[in-house]
């Protein structure tokens, strides 16, 4: 990993321990805690009020996503299904939920805080088919061919590997299995110095591949029947979007030898935000 990947992740972390040890000193306070602020296109505004109502005060609070992956994922009873920068943990118990006590939610993050948050609104929720893993999005910690679904809302942006992300995804995934992502993806005329005049990389908006990128480099690991789909804007031409795609049947655990994207310079090109 190169310097500036180093710093970039370690900021990421930074914001993310910070914005939980917000949400757990709110829980000390008589009324709750109180949400991290965020801008209007991300957080728990995105889901629906009965969702919330059930969930622990502290995983709604600490909800800084895009979108609502856990719904756009179709999950079904009995399945196996990862988060990706699981955060406070808000999509991984709404997934415990879809997928039933025959079924697992797995939820991944690098952040200490965030996870000992994550957890502690597990006990409360009482999800006994919950796992939260410690560990990065770009080397997950869990055997090949495991998981149904992955699910990640708004965290893929921020990781400075994301063909290593993409590959873990497919190596993870059984034969068949598929994706439901919310992330941030940017026009395919906005450039790379564009999209940092936006936002800076830790707000989930300077490291958002455009919408061809982000299909390349699917396809690149191996995905087919890849569909983006933008649903609000969050900045100028850059949009939280719905990302589906899914592992052949027929595929076995490793990626496709396929060149990853890289990033142009014309008209084309990692908790949540």
Do not use: W
Not at 73 to 83: P, W, Y
Not at 134 to 160: F, H, M, Q, R, Y
Not at 164 to 179: C, I, K, Q
């Amino acid at each position: 990993m190169s310097d500036q990947s180093t710093d970039l992740r370690a900021t990421v972390r930074r914001r993310y321990a910070a914005a939980a040890v917000q949400v757990a000193e709110g829980g000390t306070a008589c009324c709750g805690p109180q949400a991290v602020e965020v801008d209007d296109g991300f957080g728990s505004t995105l889901y629906a009020a009965d969702e919330l109502g059930t969930l622990p005060a502290e995983a709604v609070a600490a909800s800084l996503g895009c979108g609502n992956p856990a719904a756009v994922a179709d999950l079904h009873e009995g399945e196996r299904v990862l988060d990706l920068g699981s955060g406070g943990g808000i999509d991984v118990l709404l997934s415990a939920r879809r997928v039933g006590a025959t079924g697992k939610a797995y939820g991944l993050d690098m952040t200490e805080e965030m996870l000992a948050l994550a957890l502690a609104g597990q006990r409360k929720a009482g999800a006994t088919n919950v796992e939260f893993l410690k560990g990065t999005i770009e080397a997950i910690p869990l055997p090949a061919g495991t998981i149904d679904v992955v699910i990640s809302n708004c965290v893929i942006n921020l990781s400075t590997d994301k063909r290593a992300v993409f590959a873990e995804m497919f190596r993870v995934l059984a034969p068949g299995g598929r994706v439901g992502i919310s992330d941030v993806v940017a026009d395919d005329a906005l450039t790379p110095a564009q999209r940092a005049e936006r936002g800076d990389y830790v707000g989930c908006i300077a490291g958002a591949l455009s919408f061809a990128e982000y299909r390349r480099g699917l396809a690149a690991a191996g995905f087919t029947g890849i569909g983006i789909t933008p649903t609000h804007s969050v900045a100028d031409g850059m949009h939280s979007a719905i990302v589906r795609a899914a592992k052949p049947a027929d595929a076995g655990t490793e990626p496709a030898r396929v060149p990853a994207p890289t990033p142009s310079t014309g008209s084309g090109r990692g908790s949540g935000c």
